[in-house]
């Protein structure tokens, strides 16, 4: 079975532009999880959807935007970046109490 | 607002020794809590989760986990560490699942030959 795929891997932007970032789950899984990680604020949990349906959310502002189609893939968006948004986003499925990373697009905000 | 405290950024321990790692958590209510591992080769993995039930947590590679409410803390145990062992280890704290979570700043694992 594969595993979670994210793509792209890596990704450069400059401030004020915007990004998509995709996020395909394993298969069978309906809940996908979106996660921000920098050397300064380390992890922190984005949103979480289930059924085309955001069930959780971290504490991040309304820049950062997400959406679930339904076959469970996953996007998010970041509008108008800012230098802090230079980061490793990291996507998880789950299925029950398991939980499956994704290997991460890295993104730099020039 | 919850929050995670992992005390020891650093540490190091011979291959074989016992390993216990430390998370304390604030958070009002019954908190879910987990732990993550991540290294290199691997990328992030979930290690157990608690959100209720029995306090000892199994989780996969062996590890443990034990909530201790009147302490609140939630400490990860593995009783013979392995060269493959040495990753960054993550706690962390939620409500009603993930809603709101919050991690630590992690411990950085060295495991000595």
């Known amino acids: 079975k594969a595993g979670v795929t994210q793509t792209p891997r890596y990704l450069i932007k400059t401030r004020g532009q915007q990004v998509t970032l995709s996020c395909s789950p394993i298969s069978g899984h309906r809940s996908v999880s979106w996660y921000q990680q920098t050397p300064g604020q380390g992890l922190q949990f984005l949103f979480e959807y289930f059924s085309e349906t955001q069930r959780n959310k971290g504490n991040f502002p309304g820049r950062f935007s997400g959406r679930q189609f339904s076959n469970s893939r996953s996007e998010m968006n970041v509008s108008t970046l800012e230098l802090g948004d230079s980061a490793l986003y990291l996507c998880a499925s789950s299925l029950g109490l398991q939980e499956y990373f994704g290997p991460g697009t890295r993104l730099l905000v020039l | 607002a919850q929050s995670v405290t992992q005390p020891d950024i650093h540490i190091t321990v011979s291959e074989g020794a016992s390993l216990e790692l430390r998370c304390n958590y604030s958070?009002?209510?019954?908190?879910?809590l987990f732990w993550y591992v991540q290294s290199p080769g691997q990328g992030l993995q979930l290690l157990l989760k608690?959100?209720?039930?029995?306090?000892l947590v199994q989780g996969i590679k062996g590890f443990e986990a034990e909530f201790k409410r009147s302490q609140s803390s939630f400490n990860l145990r593995k009783p013979s560490v392995h060269w493959s062992d040495a990753a960054e280890y993550f706690c962390?704290?939620?409500?009603?699942?993930?809603?709101?979570?919050?991690f630590g700043a992690g411990t950085r694992l060295t495991v000595k030959p």
């Open positions: 962390a704290v939620g409500e009603d699942n993930n809603n709101d979570m919050r």
């Open positions: 958070y009002g209510a019954t908190p879910y």
């Open positions: 608690y959100f209720s039930g029995d306090t």
